[in-house]
T-cell receptor
Framework: RKEVEQDPGPFNVPEGATVAFNCTYS??????FFWYRQDCRKEPKLLMS???SGNEDGRFTAQLNRASQYISLLIRDSKLSDSATYLC???????????FGSGTRLQVQP | GAVVSQHPSRVICKSGTSVKIECRSL??????MFWYRQFPKQSLMLMAT?????????EQGVEKDKFLINHASLTLSTLTVTSAHPEDSSFYIC????????????FGPGTRLTVT
């Protein structure tokens, strides 16, 4: 079983739609959680950290459920520029390296 | 924000040759740098953790004699792919963390290696 699992998609949605991505992690020692965005043939870029209380940044909302070892990302009012692969990322206590999910591809269509 | 550069951005080499990739933190000191590899349509996989002034820590399954890592200063780590083969063709990405910071990492733009 992969340490971080994501639905690979692709999710094809029209502009303005709301889309949700889910992620599960298997290691309960996971301490920090992030969503990264990766454009084709580019490096990943941090989108947002994920906190237990949930957090929002503009059109993006992230949620963490430690009991279920589940992380989500909600994108409202999708833009064409949101088309990318979204990576669920965790880090473990005492280990600075990041563990990446395989990513969920989003394609926003006009 | 902190900037990490990688050089070269793209390299094509013949099978059996060696390739060196540089990763630099431009405006901060990085005691630790990480090297990841990403095959097409797959996620980033950690190859090794590069520690300034000491030996790198390799992940299980990564050959340390094939992927040589040197971290001689607080701003530079190098990855050398020795005797490259076509199956080594991949996207290699480094990241760096600032001294004293916990989990935030800054990624380089990546190096696309093609071995013919």
């Amino acid at each position: 079983r992969k340490e971080v699992e994501q639905d690979p998609g692709p999710f094809n949605v029209p502009e303005g739609a709301t889309v949700a991505f889910n992620c599960t992690y298997s290691n309960s020692a996971s301490q920090s959680f992030f969503w990264y965005r990766q454009d084709c043939r580019k490096e990943p870029k941090l989108l947002m950290s994920v906190y237990s209380s949930g957090n929002e940044d503009g059109r993006f909302t992230a949620q963490l459920n430690r009991a279920s070892q589940y992380i989500s990302l909600l994108i409202r009012d999708s833009k064409l520029s949101d088309s990318a692969t979204y990576l669920c990322v965790v880090s473990y206590t005492g280990r600075r390296a990041l563990t990446f999910g395989s990513g969920t591809r989003l394609q926003v269509q006009p | 924000g902190a900037v990490v550069s990688q050089h070269p951005s793209r390299v094509i080499c013949k099978s059996g040759t060696s390739v060196k990739i540089e990763c630099r933190s431009l405006d901060f000191q990085a005691t630790t740098m990480f090297w990841y590899r990403q095959f097409p349509k797959q996620s980033l996989m950690l190859m090794a953790t590069s520690n300034e002034g000491s030996k790198a820590t390799y992940e299980q399954g990564v050959e340390k004699d094939k992927f040589l890592i040197n971290h001689a200063s607080l701003t530079l780590s190098t990855l050398t792919v020795t005797s490259a083969h076509p199956e080594d063709s991949s996207f290699y990405i480094c990241s760096a963390g600032e001294q004293g910071a916990t989990y935030e990492q800054y990624f380089g733009p990546g190096t696309r290696l093609t071995v013919t």
